[in-house]
């Protein structure tokens, strides 16, 4: 089992950048695959981004494809999740999720066992 701890979140201009950290609290992200999540107000929280462990693929939304990246370090039980170029549209709370890399899917809320709190990141035109 594993605990997962969200951080970096904040008020940003549209076209800033933000770093958001996952970090594994309790247990360790070895043999699991990290997905962020992102929910805005009144809408479904929906997939961004994921690392997979082992051969650190990654995928991404549609959305965020060519302005944000996941990667991951290992030794520190940390994923980070770079965003740039933020619009106001990527104002949400972020959610970083943990599988067993056993596991085959990626992009649903159900493909994932662990969650964190969420980070608040806001993006003001």
């Known amino acids: 089992q594993v605990q997962v701890v969200e951080s970096g979140g904040g008020l940003v201009q549209a076209g800033g950048s933000l770093r958001l950290s996952c970090v594994a609290s309790?247990?360790?992200?070895?043999?699991?695959?990290i997905g962020w999540f992102r929910q805005a107000p009144g809408k479904e929280r929906k997939f961004a981004a994921s690392?997979?462990?082992?051969?650190?693929?990654?995928y991404y939304g549609d959305s965020v494809k060519g302005r944000f990246i996941i990667t991951r370090d290992n030794a520190k039980n940390t994923v980070y999740l770079q965003m740039n170029s933020l619009k106001p549209e990527d104002t949400a709370v972020y959610y970083c999720?943990?599988?067993?890399?056993?596991?085959?899917?990626?992009?649903?809320?159900?493909?994932?066992?662990?969650w964190g709190q969420g980070t608040q990141v806001t993006v003001s035109s």
């Open positions: 309790q247990g360790s992200f070895d043999t699991y695959n």
């Open positions: 999720a943990a599988q067993p890399s056993s596991h085959s899917g990626r992009f649903r809320i159900g493909d994932y066992d662990y």
């Open positions: 690392t997979s462990w082992g051969d650190n693929l990654t």
